[in-house]
């Protein structure tokens, strides 16, 4: 999971690619209305001009993405450190946490070294049962070989 100021970031990101997306439907579907009552109305035959209860459906769904992304980035802010924080109440939990973090580095080690033994532990017993299994192997093959000079010399 990312941090709140990552996720700040992306929430930014995307209101503004919501900005630039209402602005470009606004832009390509609008209506040539004038500006003055006097002023003929324009007209674009190259022009995609939505009807009016589309057109005003999509600009209430789209401001409305904008609002519930305005209150999720002002729910982001709110939860950020710091908000309503005193300076002294900061510095003591970063204190709180920077002796967590001592101690957990401090177990880190200890496993470390536990599994470090252990590990040792292990490549002897290892070394320990391979030399017992090739002394096997060794006493097996010299008794065999004794075997069968004696089975070859007395033939």
């Known amino acids: 999971m990312t941090d709140r ?11 503004m690619e919501q900005f630039c997306a209402t602005l470009n439907y606004i832009d390509k579907n609008h ?19 939505a009807p009016p ?7 209430d769904e789209l401001s409305t993405d904008i609002i519930l992304k305005t209150r ?3 729910k ?6 710091g908000v309503d924080v005193s300076a002294e109440e900061q510095m003591h939990k970063i204190d709180v ?6 101690k957990v580095e401090d177990q880190k ?14 490549s002897e017993m290892i070394k320990f049962f391979a030399g ?8 097996l093959v010299s008794t065999a070989t004794k075997d069968s000079l004696q089975i070859g010399g007395n033939a």
């Open 76 to 81: 982001l802010i709110d939860s950020l450190p």
């Open 72 to 74: 999720q980035i002002m």
């Open 53 to 59: 209860e589309e057109f005003s459906n999509t600009i």
């Open 132 to 139: 017992g299994i090739a002394e096997s192997r060794e006493a």
């Open 97 to 102: 946490l920077q002796k967590e973090l001592v």
């Open 31 to 49: 209506d040539f209305m004038p500006v003055d009552e006097s002023e003929a109305k324009m007209a674009d035959k190259h022009a995609v001009v």
């Open 109 to 122: 080690i200890e496993a470390i070294k536990e599994k470090d033994k252990l590990q040792k532990d292990v």
């Open 5 to 15: 100021l990552t996720q700040l970031q992306i929430c930014l990101d995307q209101m």
